[in-house]
């Protein structure tokens, strides 16, 4: 079994208050989105955009306090309100790719509120220009080293 | 992105160093002329090479009498994992921000909001 360490798939469940269409719109519409996935009140905004449809992108440029520019790209494959939003992110800093996720958001009932289920399988990119991530992935002998690492980390988590 | 995981991708964007890891995880310590054998390099390059990881916090070493060991350090590999941690530590704090401002702005609320 060879894992790429630089790829990772996860998923996180969240019991929210309120029905599916409530949760959704938390999602999809851009001032309600704002109340909680803007986190850093000290950052400057730069560039902003919001398009909440399929083939539509939501970006966003912030300096942080040192002046490093940090972007978020959000691509919308498929939306299917309320039960499902399927998205692609890149996510740069100092214009050097950071990382790049393909993430499907869930809603569904659940006792009075919604469950929302977030699985993103992401891929850590190196952070100076992305040759390196690449070229990680495909040296003589890698594969071995992918297992070994994948098994420490599963034994040390 | 930590400083720390960052040198662990320069010193892993080599395919002679990651031989040598990958030689390190699976068979335990080693010294340098071990290292070296299996490629057609000097010991002054095999030397430059594992500085790097040793460097990027992925190898460890210890000299006894002449012979130096080099050995794989576990917390090396961890920084991996820490990124990820903080990048899944980011999204959760997120959500909870998203369950109270849910709680702040109800359903019947928010319509037209």
């Known amino acids: 079994m060879a894992i790429d360490p630089t790829h990772s798939r996860f998923t996180l469940d969240r019991v929210l208050p309120g029905s599916p269409a409530h949760a959704f719109r938390f999602w999809s519409d851009p001032k309600l989105k704002n109340l909680w996935s803007g986190c850093h009140p000290d950052w400057t905004e730069r560039e902003l955009r919001h398009d909440f449809r399929a083939g539509g992108h939501d970006f966003s440029r912030l300096a942080d306090p040192s002046g490093v520019e940090h972007e978020v790209d959000i691509a919308y494959l498929d939306i299917a309100a309320p039960t499902r939003v399927v998205y692609s992110y890149a996510m740069r800093v100092d214009g050097k790719p950071l990382s790049a996720s393909l993430v499907t958001v869930l809603f569904r009932p659940h006792n009075r509120g919604s469950l929302m289920r977030y699985?993103?399988?992401?891929?850590?990119?190196?952070?100076?220009?992305?040759?390196?991530?690449?070229?990680?992935?495909?040296?003589?002998?890698?594969?071995?080293?992918?297992?070994?690492?994948?098994?420490?980390?599963?034994?040390?988590? | 992105m930590p400083a720390e995981l960052d040198t662990v991708f320069?010193?892993?964007?080599?395919?002679?160093?990651?031989?040598?890891?990958?030689?390190?995880?699976?068979?335990?310590?080693?010294?340098?002329?071990?290292?070296?054998?299996p490629f057609d390099l000097g010991l002054p390059s095999t030397l430059k090479h594992l500085k790097v990881l040793e460097n990027g916090g992925i190898i460890t070493s210890t000299k006894e009498g002449r012979v130096r060991t080099f050995s794989i350090r576990q917390d090396g590999l961890n920084s991996l994992r820490s990124w990820l941690d903080a990048h899944q530590l980011h999204l959760e704090t997120g959500f909870d921000r998203l369950a109270a401002a849910m709680a702040a702005n109800p359903e019947n609320m928010s319509d037209g909001d």
Do not use: C, N
Not at chain 2, 22 to 35: F, H, I, Q, T
């Open chain 1, 119 to 157: 699985d993103e399988h992401l891929l850590l990119l190196d952070g100076s220009d992305g040759a390196s991530a690449r070229e990680i992935g495909t040296g003589h002998g890698f594969d071995r080293l992918e297992a070994a690492i994948a098994e420490s980390l599963v034994a040390s988590s």
């Open chain 2, 10 to 37: 320069q010193a892993l964007a080599d395919p002679y160093r990651r031989a040598m890891v990958s030689r390190l995880v699976e068979a335990g310590p080693a010294s340098m002329k071990e290292l070296a054998a």
